[in-house]
Nanobody, 123 residues
Framework: QVQLVESGGGLVQAGGSLRLSCAAS????????MGWFRQAPGKEREFVARISWSGGTTYHANAVKGRFAIYRDNAKNTVYLQMNNLKPEDTAVYYC????????????????WGQGTQVTVSS
């Protein structure tokens, strides 16, 4: 079992930056692939980024490529999402997730989820 707690969300103006954190506890964090997803009101949960257990492989959705970066610190049991040049369309609840088997771009590929953190970008 893995428990995930996100933090770092908030209200920011367009063009600004935020860094989301996801702290994990429970089973060995370093063995899990991790991902970030987001969900805006009335929309389906959307893939944002994922990272391998070692941090050596990352993948970002086209909508955020070049603006967002996922990385992890296994010594701190934490995965991060650095978000730069934020746009109003990035407004959503952001969730981190852990995958026992690497992780994919689909929410179905993840086994554990955090409670989410709200990101609101004003124009």
């Amino acid at each position: 079992q893995v428990q995930l707690v996100e933090s770092g969300g908030g209200l920011v103006q367009a063009g600004g930056s935020l860094r989301l954190s996801c702290a994990a506890s429970g089973r060995i964090f370093s063995s899990y692939g991790m991902g970030w997803f987001r969900q805006a009101p009335g929309k389906e949960r959307e893939f944002v980024a994922r990272i391998s257990w070692s941090g050596g492989t990352t993948y970002h959705a086209n909508a955020v490529k070049g603006r967002f970066a996922i990385y992890r610190d296994n010594a701190k049991n934490t995965v991060y999402l650095q978000m730069n040049n934020l746009k109003p369309e990035d407004t959503a609840v952001y969730y981190c997730a852990a995958a026992e088997k690497g992780g994919t771009t689909s929410p179905r590929g993840y086994d554990y989820w955090g409670q989410g953190t709200q990101v609101t970008v004003s124009s």
